[in-house]
């Protein structure tokens, strides 16, 4: 891993995020891109105009940038190189352009925004980018801490999975830390025939094979009250998903009146393209 970037909007979450990233790039021995987009705030008038001066933003935001950076540096057992790009720009089209000029291994982001309404629907800006981007996002959790990771998750249907999983993604990620590797797969009102079930777990089986991958089949009611029990029965560090597959990351991260939070606010999800 040569290059992670970290889309920051300076709230505790997003410094935690930014933090969790550079400890990862400071094992990697990566570079790291601090990325902040703003928008100027217009007022609601007959004539809109705008409420601050574009130029006074752009200072606010490059000083809080370094205030951010600065702060991690001093946390940092290894020192990094952290780069730093604040500008006036839509936050996904700003995301996309950086990682299309850097093409990085990991884009890094929180998932709970400063205000209520995104706290409530965790990180509208973090789920449009999981989708939209086709670069492997880290969603971090508030409370996540970087520790040298011992086991990761992958969360897997058991459908097209030759054609569909990311595989050596996957692989170097246990590889790297020396991690063990969990596949689970959920079944839930017996989604899935047994016969095509049978074959595509002798493909999975036979794809990571070389890693010695344990394989888990779940019963349950819902896939993310599947996932979410074994999240805690077997301790995961990562849980790896493929967001197009199955609307995941709404799911693991929505409230509902039942339950605190369907996913473990600790644990951060690595979301891989097909």
Known sequence: MKRIVVSVDFSATSANAAEFAANLAAFYGADIWFYHAFEIPVALSEFAYPVVDVEEMQKAADHEMEILKNTILEKLKRQININTKAEMNDLQLGLQQICNELNPDLLVMGISGKNALTRLIVGRNTIKAVYKLTYPVLVVPPKAEFIPIRKIGFACDYRQVE??????????????????????????????????????????NELFRDVNAEFHSIEANEITEGINWFVDKSKLDWLVVIPKKHRLVEKLFKRSQTKELVYHTHVPILCIHE
């Open 163 to 204: 054609k569909t999983t990311p595989v050596s993604i996957i692989k170097k990620f246990v590889s790297d830390f020396n991690a063990e590797l969990h596949i689970m797969n959920v079944d839930y009102h017996n989604s899935i025939t047994d016969a095509a079930k049978a074959n595509e777990s002798y493909i999975i």
